[in-house]
Structure formats: structure tokens, C-alpha cells
């Protein structure tokens, strides 16, 4: 049995270790990002995510060092047969790390652990609250999903083609790590954490004016999906926010202006 010294020692290295780990975490980042990035991972964004072509030469090398961060500390799960090489890891971290290119050293994805990866659209099947109080079984064809704790969930034919049609406004990469930032300070809601009081309160009263408009005059760019939920609007006006930045900013251009704030970067000037 330990006595009370060697309990409090205990608690003491604990909190100290608890104190000392961002640090820790912060400079085996900066190692990753300062090394090398392979000239075969080069090749394969040049094939494979056409979209890197078009940032700036400081974002692009930006978006290598977090690409080279999210391979190293996450986990890549093949399913159903589905290989996970070098093209897979990377074209999947460079859609997810455009999310974070507004910040040099950003935390990447820090709640997240593992990445699965199917060949195609998966299926999950979800318990729906019928109206009477009925309970039914409810099966889903999905081409991504994420989840609060610690993993995404992705269609490698539709991460595939989401990147090889960079201007389309549908990415299912930017979507579903769209709702990992929301849900990094607890449940989607499209509220993505803001620092201060009254950043919280304009983004509220900008995307909550724009959802119910979306329920009154439908917008073909948005869509009616965005219109389901707050959570989806956050991350379908993601997707047009790096993929339609001019059309995005033309119909809702203070919610644009939010999502330039929330990422700290303005797509428009990368066309």
C-alpha cells in the first residue's frame, strides 16, 4: 500500500506530465513539419488532388508540413478489402489539412485517432424516432461519416472523385472533417468554437439569419441538404467555401465572411 507521500509524488508527476504533454505534442509537430516532404507524395497530389496546384508556394508548403503531421499521428483503416497505401493517406491529409492551412502550426485534428477507409458508399444502419413514439430500424448508404469520438469514416471512390473536381462545391473530405471541427468542443451543431463572447454571438446571428432563409427560399448553390440542420450547414458551406469561393461569397457573403474568419484564409485569392 502506497503511503500519502508517494500518493501526492504521484499526482504531482501526473499533473506535471499532463502540464508538459501540448509541448511535447508541439515539438514532435514541428519535427514532422520541418522534415523533407517526399517527392513520391508530391507526385501523387499533383495526380491525384489537383486543387494543391492552385495555393500560393507559402500555403502549399504549409499544407506538406500538416499533411506530413496528419500521416504520422493518425491511423489509416482499410475496410472491406480496401488497400491503404501512400495515394490513399495523402490524397485523404491534403483535403483534410486545407481546413487548417489558416494557422501554421495547428493543432491537426487533435480528438481524432483513426481514419476508415471503404472501396465505395458503405452502409450503416440507424434507429429513427417515428412519428407516435414508433421506433424503427433505419439502413443508410453513406460516402462519409465523422464521429465525436475519434474517427472518420470515408468512400475512397467518392474521396477520389471529390478531389479530382476541385470546383464542384461537393468534397466529401472537407465535409466530414468540417463536422470534426465542430465537434471538437462537444456535439455538431454548427458552432465551431469561437475565442470570444461576441465572435460567438455574430457567428450565431449570421448562420442562424441564413438557415432560416434557407427554409423559406431554397438556394441552388447551398442546396437543401445544408437546410436539414445546422451541423450540415456548417459543413456544405465548407465545402463551397474552398471549392465555389466567389459564388459562396456572392450569395452569403456575411456567412462568408465568417468562414474566412473561422480558418483565416480567403480562398477566392487562390482562382
Known amino acids: 500500500m502506497l503511503s500519502l507521500g508517494a500518493l501526492l509524488l504521484l499526482g504531482l508527476v501526473f499533473s506535471a506530465a499532463l502540464l508538459l504533454q501540448p509541448r511535447w505534442v508541439a515539438r514532435r509537430q514541428a519535427r514532422l513539419r520541418a522534415q523533407p516532404f517526399p517527392a513520391a507524395w508530391r507526385r501523387i497530389l499533383r495526380r491525384r488532388v489537383p486543387a494543391v496546384a492552385r495555393l500560393p508556394y507559402p500555403l502549399r508548403r504549409r499544407l506538406e508540413g500538416h499533411i506530413q503531421v496528419f500521416v504520422a499521428e493518425k491511423a489509416f483503416v482499410g475496410c472491406q478489402g480496401q488497400p491503404v497505401d501512400d495515394e490513399v493517406r495523402v490524397s485523404i491529409a491534403a483535403q483534410a489539412c486545407l481546413l487548417l492551412l489558416g494557422e501554421a502550426q495547428a493543432p491537426c485534428f487533435?480528438?481524432?485517432?483513426?481514419?476508415?477507409?471503404?472501396?465505395?458508399?458503405?452502409?450503416?444502419?440507424?434507429?429513427?424516432?417515428?412519428?407516435?413514439?414508433?421506433?424503427?430500424?433505419?439502413?443508410?448508404?453513406?460516402?462519409?461519416?465523422?464521429?465525436?469520438?475519434?474517427?472518420?469514416?470515408?468512400?475512397?471512390?467518392?474521396?477520389?472523385?471529390?478531389?479530382?473536381?476541385?470546383?464542384?462545391?461537393?468534397?466529401?473530405?472537407?465535409?466530414?472533417f468540417a463536422h470534426q471541427i465542430?465537434?471538437?468542443?462537444?456535439?455538431?451543431?454548427?458552432?465551431?468554437?469561437?475565442?470570444?463572447a461576441a465572435a460567438r454571438r455574430r457567428w450565431d446571428a449570421v448562420m442562424g439569419g441564413l438557415f432560416a432563409r434557407l427554409q423559406v427560399q431554397p438556394s441552388a448553390l447551398i442546396g437543401s441538404y445544408a437546410a436539414s440542420d445546422m451541423a450540415e450547414l456548417f459543413a456544405v458551406l465548407t465545402e463551397l467555401f474552398f471549392e465555389q469561393p466567389q459564388a459562396l461569397a456572392d450569395e452569403a457573403p456575411a456567412a462568408y465572411r465568417e468562414l474566412a474568419d473561422l480558418y483565416q484564409v480567403d480562398p477566392r485569392a487562390w482562382r
Request: hydrophobic content about 40%.
Open 182 to 196: 465542430d465537434q471538437h468542443h462537444g456535439s455538431a451543431d454548427g458552432r465551431p468554437w469561437r475565442p470570444g
Open 110 to 176: 487533435p480528438t481524432l485517432q483513426r481514419v476508415l477507409v471503404y472501396p465505395g458508399a458503405f452502409v450503416v444502419d440507424r434507429v429513427r424516432a417515428a412519428p407516435g413514439g414508433v421506433v424503427q430500424d433505419q439502413r443508410q448508404v453513406l460516402a462519409g461519416e465523422s464521429w465525436q469520438q475519434g474517427q472518420v469514416i470515408l468512400s475512397w471512390a467518392d474521396v477520389r472523385d471529390g478531389a479530382a473536381l476541385p470546383d464542384d462545391g461537393r468534397n466529401v473530405v472537407l465535409h466530414e
